[in-house]
């Protein structure tokens, strides 16, 4: 009985200073919501907590101690992330800038379930909206996906639900395919080179690796989204706007220009992450920018002025105005 009352004494006390320790040094965890592991956003999430953990690992003898750690996991994307940040259980994630708009406003799928503590970080890289035929399945425009098999991707995703907008303008529903598929980002690329489905949707940064493999590995090709209903969709929606993917640029057997509608990719947090946090984040980013722009093609022409203004609805939060203020960017 005396051991064991020494013992939990010895435990407690253990714990007692191990908390003091950790609050001395501080340390956070944060984690980063991303995409699927073959996407663009895996390596936005991934390339903010390098930049994050760059001066302040264990043991640097000079950088700043923030006591960040830093986390971005693969998940199921953009409206999958904005509704793990309202939960709590994410501090920040990438999303695409429509689903910022319509979480932020409560509307589209976010209807009844508003989130006006979202809050904007910047934005990133732009993601145009991609629709691609499979080799062999006879689709050369959106008509042609009448009877078809099409992967409108994983509920969650930034693709799903712009898939869904589109089909609504087009007045298509899942009950004109021959079945619509779920497939994440990550699955669906094999599917369609091995025929099991005849077109995937893909809301992706380029160039991009799952991309190329569709159309260079499997002679894949994109469909033109270039139609009234696309260009009624740009008019009336500020997150919206056109895109090209140049023909052989990015992928060696993409033969001809591919128009499409696209939006961009944003940085997002919630109202109840702290300043100092979100601070120390924007931070370890924009003065590692020229590092960080080195980690994905898609980043090249990341500008902090456009950075800290385009594509953000909701507002930004207060800690990425301080450190935006302090550089006289605002
Ligand atoms: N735009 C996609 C989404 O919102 C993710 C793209 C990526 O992973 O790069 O789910």
New binding site residues.
Partial sequence: MYKKFVSYISVAFLALSLNSFSSSQAAEFISIG???P???????GNSVCRMVHKEAAEGRKSGRKHGLRCAAPST?????NIGQIKEGELQFG???SD?QHHAYNGTSKWEGNQYSDLRAVFSVHP?PFQLIAGKDSGISSWDDLKGKVVNI?NP?????GTMEVLMNARGMSVSDFKQATELT?SEQVNALCDGKVDAIA????VP?GAIGQAIDGCGASFINLDSSAEKKLVNDNPYYAFANIPAGTFYKSQSSDATTFG?M?TFVSSASVSDEVVYEVVRAVFENLDDFKKLHPAFTNLDPKQMITNALSAPLHDGAVKYYKEMGWM
Avoid: K, L, P
């Fill in positions: 991303t995409g699927g073959t996407g663009v956003y895996f390596v936005v199921g994307g953009s409206n999958y990438v999303a695409q689903w993601e991707g969650g995703s930034g693709q799903r980002s893909y809301t992706v940064g991009n939006v990719a």
